[in-house]
């Protein structure tokens, strides 16, 4: 991908670890394509997809799979991934995010109201994929401290350019002006 300076971005590669259980799964097998070190683990919640060196987890859920089985296991299953994980996300799954989806998500968030997790809906694997490594690359050591600068940034250019900003820093002028003559 070419930027506007005609330099190639470098591609952002990382170590992922996964549960097991996600080893024949299409987010494995994009992430791998994608030259990610994938590393499989039995010690991780089932269906968890850890990037520690971000210190972001998410755990993926199917909405379909929740409509044919008993939900108090699965919430059972996002505490424990909570209590383990400060930073993570629950993708919920699903083709068509229609009104059983919703109410799927708005159970859960009700259940989990107060705590730290996040729900994000997705559609497919790609767009999952892509989530994940937008907030993981976000959130990582040197990325994050160039997000923070270039915020700083922009906040003060917007303060400088502000016309309130101008008006006021006018009116100092105008009053230390009164105030020395």
């Known amino acids: 991908m070419a930027e506007s300076d005609g330099q190639e971005k470098a591609q952002w590669i990382t170590t992922v670890i996964m ?12 992430l791998k394509n994608q030259q990610h070190r994938i590393r ?11 990037f520690s060196l971000s210190g972001v987890a998410f755990l993926l859920a199917d909405v379909q799979d929740l409509f044919l089985t008993n939900r108090e296991p699965f919430f059972d299953k996002i505490k424990k991934f909570m209590t383990i ?3 993570g996300f629950l993708l919920l799954s699903a083709a068509l995010h229609g009104s059983k989806e919703w109410d799927v998500m708005f159970r859960i968030q009700q259940r989990f ?8 809906p997705v559609h497919n694997t790609a767009e999952a994929v892509k989530l994940m490594l937008t907030v993981a690359k976000t959130t990582s050591k040197p990325h994050v ?9 922009a906040k003060t250019q917007i ?6 900003w101008k008006m006021l820093h006018q009116s100092q002028l105008d009053c230390s002006l009164l105030n020395t003559s």
């Open 19 to 30: 549960s097991s259980s996600l080893q024949g799964h299409e987010i494995s097998a994009s």
């Open 159 to 164: 303060v400088e350019q502000s016309p309130v």
């Open 85 to 87: 994980h400060r930073n």
């Open 40 to 50: 499989y683990s039995d010690s991780v919640e089932i269906g968890s997809i850890i």
């Open 113 to 120: 109201l107060g705590s730290n997790l996040r729900i994000i």
């Open 145 to 153: 401290d160039s997000v923070r600068y270039r915020m700083l940034m």
